[in-house]
């Protein structure tokens, strides 16, 4: 499948550690990368590859992967960090990027 | 940093060209991408180019329905269209597009992105 899958939801207690989890076969071999998205602004890149951050992306956000899922966690999560996230990565034929259908994170 | 250009409002059956500005990096040398974002839907990634050559990679979804070009002389990326339909009203975000791969496995990353273009075709 070149499909990458995602729950449509998620929620997390101000302060709580949350996981976003992202599932295709082509993330056995290939690192995805995830991006933030707020109503009306452009995505953010968070994570990228093993565990990358881009400069200026908090700490409190890592990534991991492990077989055919890939994971976001964002440890101590706060009000800024309710937005949509997606996972993206290549497909099975190694040429195209695909992006997972997003998750809408509610902090409470 | 990417600047894209201004929302459009077009009518069915007519063409448009859409640009994304390059500046603070060389634009040659990494591909820009394009991805759409129809209202309250997700993103979906439409293809890239490599301005140093003008390599075209299209989504098979894509394929046929847009040209994504580039003009590395004024580091600015393209997307048009030669006849739209109600169903491409999307906002549109070109984004700078990296990858590291070994002989195993990498990643890919795009980042910036541009602050998208919004086109309305509505008859």
């Known amino acids: 499948s070149s499909e990458l899958t995602q729950d449509p939801a998620v929620s997390v207690a101000l302060g709580q550690t949350v996981t976003i989890t992202c599932q295709g076969d082509?993330?056995?071999?290939?690192?995805p990368s995830w991006y933030q998205q707020k109503p009306g602004q452009a995505p953010l890149l968070v994570i990228y590859g093993k565990n990358n951050r881009p400069s200026g992306i908090p700490d409190r956000f890592s990534g991991s992967t492990s077989g055919n899922t890939a994971s976001l966690t964002i440890t101590g999560a706060q009000a800024e960090d309710e937005a949509d996230y997606y996972c993206n990565s290549r497909d099975s034929s190694g040429n195209h990027l695909i992006f997972g259908g997003g998750t809408k994170l509610n902090v409470l | 940093q990417l600047v894209q250009s201004g929302s459009e409002v077009k009518k069915p059956g007519e063409s448009l060209k859409i640009s994304c500005k390059g500046s603070?990096?060389?634009?040659?040398?990494?591909?820009i991408g394009w991805v759409r974002q129809k209202p309250g839907k997700g993103l979906e990634w439409m293809g890239i180019?490599?301005?140093?050559?003008?390599?075209?990679r299209y989504s098979p979804s894509f394929e046929g329905q847009v040209t994504i070009s580039a003009d590395k002389s004024i580091s600015t990326a393209y997307l048009q269209w030669s006849s739209l339909k109600a169903s491409d009203t999307a906002m549109y975000y070109c984004?700078?597009?990296?990858?590291?791969?070994?002989?195993?496995?990498?990643?890919?990353?795009?980042?910036?992105w541009g602050q998208g273009t919004l086109v309305t075709v509505s008859s």
């Open positions: 082509n993330l056995r071999s290939y690192y």
């Open positions: 984004a700078r597009h990296r990858a590291l791969y070994d002989m195993l496995t990498g990643y890919d990353w795009l980042d910036p």
């Open positions: 603070g990096y060389n634009f040659d040398n990494d591909w």
């Open positions: 180019v490599y301005p140093g050559d003008s390599n075209v």
